[in-house]
């Protein structure tokens, strides 16, 4: 039996928490690698609606040792409120372990990102400066809460540090010993993946990134080498997101059109659809079709996401940089109504850009400056929600599913098509 990496292939918010939840049933233990609370993992179980800031979202399931790893950074405080906040729903935490290696976010942090984080619009939870005081060697870490010395070192009340001493010290662990002995045992581990690939501080839209390697790679730091991986999922939703600034090729409608929209009525969505299908509709129209049917509203910040097509130029260089084995393909359901739908298959350079008009088939490194040029495909303008099977899908949809095979190369093992778990099609 295999371990797996579990990556984002966009900017986050690919739908990896039902996957990862999905999948965590096959596994022993669940680890995250990388980033911190500025990740925003939704889960849903029947009626009831989880959100993960920082805890994997395999603790959804009996007996699973959970791990924050060495790479990650946490705010003691969320940390204990998000453990609070499972146990008061009667989910207790069988085997929780974080890294003793793993960075504090201090208040320092928070009130920096509050004070600087405006540029490339962050999550605010200070894991930038975190990441950079850990860099520059002066960073507090989970084991250095359990050192006297320490706490008096980096000046940290008492009172907060006896609250996170009672609630934290049992979890706080050499997590890469643990993680040996569990792999020796033959248990078998899944790496979740936090953001996405294109917010990868080496291989994202630098400087629109977050501050931590969110590629799989990160995974074979997490103190066990990377031999240890032998399958990489990549995650990607069947049209675009965007959190916050920064370059999006295929965006529909502005940036500062969406930042003050509103969710719109059952009623204003009917329109906008009749519009869409009419061949009527602008790309803001677009946008806020498919960002009000696929709720693309921020989990950790409530934020209109900027929505876009899907860019396969964009997938096929995440494929790429993670080493991507399989994809998985998250809320299909939100293009089931519409007419035509549209994939990116190439980008043209501007006319002002110095490559000037050129067709570009590789992902750049300045996608500021690019066109997204298109494949139409049809649609099926059916529900697909409740189809269980891969036999049972309108062939629009199949097509649309071995376009995205062929161009990038690549299976798609997994379709989601809905919130909840039992709709999801394994192949
Ligand atoms: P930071 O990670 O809070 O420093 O934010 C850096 C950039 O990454 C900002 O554009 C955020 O909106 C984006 N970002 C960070 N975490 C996530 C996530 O989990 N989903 C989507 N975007 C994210």
Redesign the pocket.
């Known amino acids: 039996m295999s371990n797996k990496v579990i990556v984002g292939t966009q900017?986050?918010?690919e739908g990896k928490g039902k996957i990862v939840d999905l999948l965590s049933q096959d596994f022993d233990v669940i680890v995250r690698y990388q980033g911190g609370a500025?990740?925003?993992h939704t889960v849903y179980v029947g009626n009831e609606k989880y959100i993960f800031h920082l805890l994997p979202s395999g603790v959804l399931h009996k007996g699973k040792t959970c791990v924050l790893a060495n790479g990650i950074v946490a705010d003691p405080d969320v940390l204990i409120e998000e453990i609070e906040g499972l146990e008061k729903r009667r989910i207790t935490i069988d085997d929780l372990a974080i890294s003793d290696r793993a960075q504090v976010t201090l208040e320092k942090h928070l009130k920096e990102d509050a004070a600087k984080?405006g540029k490339?619009?962050?999550?605010k939870?200070g894991?930038?400066p975190t990441y950079r005081d850990k860099i520059d060697r002066q960073g507090f870490r989970f084991g250095d809460i359990l050192s006297d010395k320490k706490v008096r070192e980096f000046k940290i009340p008492k009172t907060k540090i006896n609250y996170w001493r009672t609630n934290l010290a049992q979890y706080i662990k050499d997590t890469s010993l643990l993680l040996n002995k569990l792999q020796k045992q033959g248990k078998r581990i899944l790496f979740e993946g936090?953001?996405g690939t294109h917010?990868d501080v080496d291989f994202g839209t630098y400087p629109?990134?977050?501050?931590s390697n969110t590629v799989a790679g990160g995974a074979g730091l997490a103190g066990l080498g990377p031999r240890v991986i032998d399958d990489i999922v990549g995650i990607v939703k069947s049209y675009d997101t965007r959190?916050?600034?920064?370059p999006f090729p295929t965006e529909l409608g502005k940036y500062h059109q969406t930042k003050k929209e509103k969710q719109p009525s059952e009623k204003n969505v009917s329109s906008l659809l009749k519009k869409i299908n009419d061949n009527q509709a602008n790309e803001r129209e677009t946008g806020k079709y498919l960002r009000a049917i696929g709720g693309e509203y921020g989990a950790?910040t409530g934020r209109p996401r900027r929505v876009g097509w899907l860019d396969l130029v964009q997938l096929k260089y995440s494929i790429r940089v993670n080493g991507i084995t399989e994809l998985a393909l998250t809320k299909l359901d939100v293009l089931d109504q519409l007419e035509r739908i549209k994939v990116c298959t190439a980008y043209k350079m501007k006319e002002d850009h110095k490559m000037n008009g050129s067709l570009v088939k590789e992902f750049p490194l300045d996608t500021e400056n690019v066109e997204p040029l298109y494949t139409q495909l049809k649609g099926w303008k059916e529900s697909t929600e409740s189809m269980r099977t891969y036999k049972k899908l309108p062939i629009a949809v199949k097509h649309y599913l071995h376009f995205i095979e062929t161009f990038t190369e690549t299976p798609i093992k997994i379709i989601s098509k809905g919130k909840e778990r039992n709709q999801t099609i394994i192949r």
């Open positions: 900017w986050g918010d500025n990740a925003g984080g490339i619009g962050t999550t939870r894991i930038g936090a953001q917010l629109f990134v977050t501050s959190v916050g600034e920064g950790t």
